[in-house]
């Protein structure tokens, strides 16, 4: 498991999106994928402003969704599509096709999947996958004990609906959410497991200690080799034992 501890917010940010740069600049067709949450926010802010400035080819790449409320799309603030659109879809210049993501308020979320599904299987697998993790562990909205393969609309834990009015302007009733499954997060090629202050340093720790289990989905990911995981000092453990 390699980790990159980052001094602070700002520079974990500016390292995880020069990875995105070099992917782009290795394979710019590649399929990418951007948690939405706060975690990947800095990185957002990075892309908008150095894609262009550092002539970066980004008229091939894809991006799709690892996950979405459900009852939301793009039109509430504080949805995933909503919070990438902001951050970094509508800052540069993407064609409708490059974005492919939930639409948490459709009529049929099964066909949801299946757009999904079937993007990722014609490319074979996601290039690069950037994670956040949730209060108890939770991968897109993977919830601790929920097993998937592919996409699939999954049961809100209550630690999630605890945490997610902190998205939101104004209070949500939400009890679903769609996500990728494992499979597709675990298949992917690059896998980037951000964490940043202090508050996800318990769960960062537990993951790390515990055996690979689906009751903490983060702790799945620990012996891929695909993953790095890139922390600041705020979020790990070693910062935490020190100040002790
Ligand atoms: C949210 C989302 C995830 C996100 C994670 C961490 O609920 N489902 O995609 O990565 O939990 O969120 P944050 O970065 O806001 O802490």
Redesign the pocket.
Known sequence: MKEHVCSNYCELSKKVAERIIEQLRTKPKSLITI???????GVLKYLSEHLVSEDVDYSQVKFIS??E?VGLDSNTYGS?RQTLNDGLFNNINLTSDQIIFFDGNAENLTLECEKVDKIICDHEAIDLIV?????NG????NEPNIVTTNASIVKLSDV?KN??N??FNESMELTH?I?LGYNQILQSKKIIL????S??RSIMDEMKRVKVSYSLPASLLKYNDALEIYIDEEANIENGKDQS
Do not use: Q, R
């Open positions: 948690a939405g949450g706060e975690t990947p926010l690892l996950d409320w995933c994670l956040g993790i949730g209060m939770h991968l897109g909205f999630t945490v997610m902190k998205y959410g996500t951000m964490a940043s202050g508050n996800k």
